[in-house]
T-cell receptor, first 113, second 112 residues
Framework: DTEVTQTPKHLVMGMTNKKSLKCEQHMGHRAMYWYKQKAKKPPELMFVYSYEKLSINESVPSRFSPECPNSSLLNLHLHALQPEDSALYLC????????????FGSGTRLTVV | GESVGLHLPTLSVQEGDNSIINCAYSNSASDYFIWYKQESGKGPQFIIDIRSNMDKRQGQRVTVLLNKTVKHLSLQIAATQPGDSAVYFCAENIGHTGKLIFGQGTTLQVKP
């Protein structure tokens, strides 16, 4: 299995809702990443997990809460989002933090209403 | 500062021609570079990578060139096909930090 799987593919949520994005990989990668991508812009790094521990938080607002329950799973919990948080959220993984093999999932298209 | 940029936002080529997409980076500590292809509604797809101890790497129909002296990266696509139409991003990894930084992207349009 050489894929990063993200669910759901699309999500519409209200500003008072709580939702979660899920990411899964079975390549034995020990680093996992969350990126945010606005339309016609490059992906921007949000969080890095290495060996299930948070390694990098790129000053992301606390309404985004990451979680890595095990080496294959990465979640992003969402609460009290704003319309400007609407974007494509991408998950990626690599062998180790900062090494080769960065593989991206297809993303979750999030719309906040 | 840390930045990765591309020289042209859109590149239009004729089917069958070769394409060259350029990228400039500014961080001398970057030691690993990746080119990604992103089609509409999809995640970035790995094309080819190169480490800073190399200046050229070839794949199937693609070649990446790295010039560390002028901090320049390029992606060459041979015999461009309509299926190559997409946005292409270069990305740099800064010294094993886990930070993979993307450039602004170049849209490649292939005319039949």
């Amino acid at each position: 299995d050489t894929e990063v799987t993200q669910t759901p593919k699309h999500l519409v949520m209200g500003m008072t809702n709580k939702k979660s994005l899920k990411c899964e990989q079975h390549m034995g990668h020990r680093a996992m990443y969350w990126y945010k991508q606005k339309a016609k812009k490059p992906p921007e790094l949000m969080f890095v997990y290495s060996y299930e521990k948070l390694s990098i938080n790129e000053s992301v607002p606390s309404r985004f809460s990451p979680e890595c329950p095990n080496s294959s799973l990465l979640n992003l919990h969402l609460h009290a989002l704003q319309p400007e948080d609407s974007a494509l959220y991408l998950c990626a993984s690599s062998q180790e933090e900062g090494t080769d093999g960065y593989t991206f999932g297809s993303g979750t298209r999030l719309t906040v209403v | 500062g840390e930045s990765v940029g591309l020289h042209l936002p859109t590149l239009s080529v004729q089917e069958g021609d070769n394409s060259i997409i350029n990228c400039a980076y500014s961080n001398s500590a970057s030691d690993y570079f990746i080119w990604y292809k992103q089609e509409s509604g999809k995640g970035p797809q790995f094309i080819i990578d190169i480490r800073s101890n190399m200046d050229k790497r070839q794949g199937q129909r693609v070649t990446v060139l790295l010039n560390k002296t002028v901090k320049h990266l390029s992606l060459q696509i041979a015999a461009t096909q309509p299926g190559d139409s997409a946005v292409y991003f270069c990305a740099e990894n800064i010294g094993h930090t886990g930070k993979l930084i993307f450039g602004q992207g170049t849209t490649l349009q292939v005319k039949p």
